[in-house]
């Protein structure tokens, strides 16, 4: 219980003319009295908190940068009317900065026996889990005097998932992958491809593909088709170790990973493979597999939500060897890491041989942008400096990719914003030539 700011300033203003004309105990005592018995009175009518009942209801999840309206259902159960200020705590990162005092705070009049709801509108900063604080309630009396006030613990957790700004180069991979599958042009041909269909021969077609045998029993020369392999698998393999924490721009490598990978996942899904996931520095941090088509992205996005840059170096080792023992059978593993000389050439390229042996290898990287923007800068002393510098940086990245290149693996380096459509056409361009 408090008195509020009004109690204070009618004590403050009927403190004035006691000071003025009288000042004496006596004065003092002839204002404070009443107020003092006003606020007690004011006290007494306010509703009590601790027998409110509040429970919650609302999203429990939402895309990074996209709203949740969690909603607060206030019961008054008591025979006083309830006149409050309520707050519903939350992390600040469940804001953007500046709108948690307005986003947060209410004011609501229950009736007695009543209820009432306010919803709390949420637009997190930060994937993971977002669990509710405290709920504090301020209630007043009828003449605004004193307050009762009280908090209560609500559970809830609302978990902010990853972005998926590569989405929108869905629809054009797609087409991609429907003219490679003959669904809207003519089916391709190539070794290692799986024999799709007959259709007669029309010029232009390469004589390697007539089917003397069908052409024999009919009358008109025949024609293999062919399309790409489906059902094979693939394994997501991401580094969560300090390498992922560097930030490019206003996000870590790891997020810019995590879209790339989505967007694999959503492409590799409607070409009828199989995808899972593995998120590893010195453990496994996340696990998917064995889901099906449909429900592969929302099972990947719901386990990358929580997953966070651990500031330690991966052990490429174990991560090669649990790699290998979440896919036994031949595959396409897709290791999304840094390029860095360092961790590549001790941690990587030693154990490399272990996974080209029985699978197709993709190493996919987040570049940084400034570094391209310092390699082209001139002008005075210091921008010459920062540019031989990027071009040494530049140099030691393109012949780590060349060394990997050498070992069979197609390499994939870009900045956030390429980095998932170059994924996507990287695993297009192998499913075409038939090596998954």
């Excluded at 700011?5 to 403190?15: C, I, M, N, T, V």
């Excluded at 790409?228 to 992922?244: A, Q």
């Excluded at 924490?245 to 810019?256: E, T």
Aim: hydrophobic share 40%; aromatic share 4%; with cysteine.
């Amino acid at each position: 219980m408090a008195p509020t700011g009004r109690a204070a300033l009618l004590a403050a203003l009927g403190s004035l003319p006691v000071g003025i004309w009288e000042p004496s105990w006596t004065g003092v005592l002839a204002v404070n009295a009443p107020l003092a018995l006003a606020c007690a009175c004011d006290f007494a009518l306010a509703a009590p908190v601790r027998r409110l009942g509040l429970t919650r209801s609302g999203d429990t999840s939402a895309r990074l940068g996209q709203t949740a309206d969690v909603t607060l259902t206030v019961t008054n159960p008591s025979n006083r009317p309830l006149r409050a200020r309520l707050r519903d705590a939350w992390p600040p990162s469940s804001w953007q900065p500046g709108t948690e005092v307005t986003a947060s705070r209410h004011r609501l009049t229950v009736p007695p026996g009543e209820r009432r709801r306010v919803t709390t509108r949420l637009r997190p900063t930060r994937r993971g889990d977002r669990q509710a604080d405290r709920v504090t309630i301020r209630s007043y009396g009828p003449l605004g005097l004193f307050t009762r006030q009280g908090s209560h613990r609500i559970p809830w957790t609302v978990r902010v998932l990853p972005p998926f700004t590569s989405r929108k180069h869905l629809p054009s991979k797609l087409a991609r992958l429907r003219e490679l599958d003959g669904r809207t042009s003519v089916l391709t041909r190539g070794e290692g491809t799986e024999f799709d269909s007959l259709r007669e021969y029309v010029p232009g077609d390469d004589t390697r593909s007539i089917d003397w045998r069908a052409t024999a029993r009919q009358s008109a020369v025949a024609v293999r088709t062919w399309r790409p392999e489906r059902d094979r698998h693939i394994l997501l393999v991401l580094d969560t170790g300090r390498t992922s924490a560097g930030r490019v721009g206003d996000a870590p490598r790891l997020d810019a990973s995590m879209d790339a990978a989505l967007l694999l996942a959503a492409l590799a899904s409607r070409a009828g493979d199989r995808v899972d996931l593995l998120a590893y520095d010195r453990r496994v941090r996340a696990l998917v597999q064995g889901r099906a088509a449909g429900d592969v992205l929302p099972s990947l996005v719901n386990a990358m939500a929580t997953l966070e840059p651990e500031l330690i170096e991966t052990d490429a080792r174990t991560l090669t060897a649990t790699a290998l023992r979440t896919a036994p059978r031949r595959s396409l593993i897709v290791l999304l890491t840094s390029l860095d000389a360092a961790p590549v050439e001790e941690g990587l390229l030693p154990v490399l041989p272990q996974l080209t042996q029985r699978h197709t290898v993709l190493v996919a990287s987040v570049a940084d942008p400034h570094i391209a923007r310092m390699a082209k800068a001139r002008g005075n002393t210091e921008a010459v400096y920062e540019a031989a510098s990027a071009a040494q940086a530049q140099a030691e990245r393109h012949r780590t990719a060349e060394q990997l290149r050498r070992h069979g693996v197609t390499v994939v380096d870009s900045i956030p914003e390429n980095l998932a459509p170059e994924l996507a056409d990287a695993y297009l361009a192998l499913k075409a030539a038939g090596r998954l």
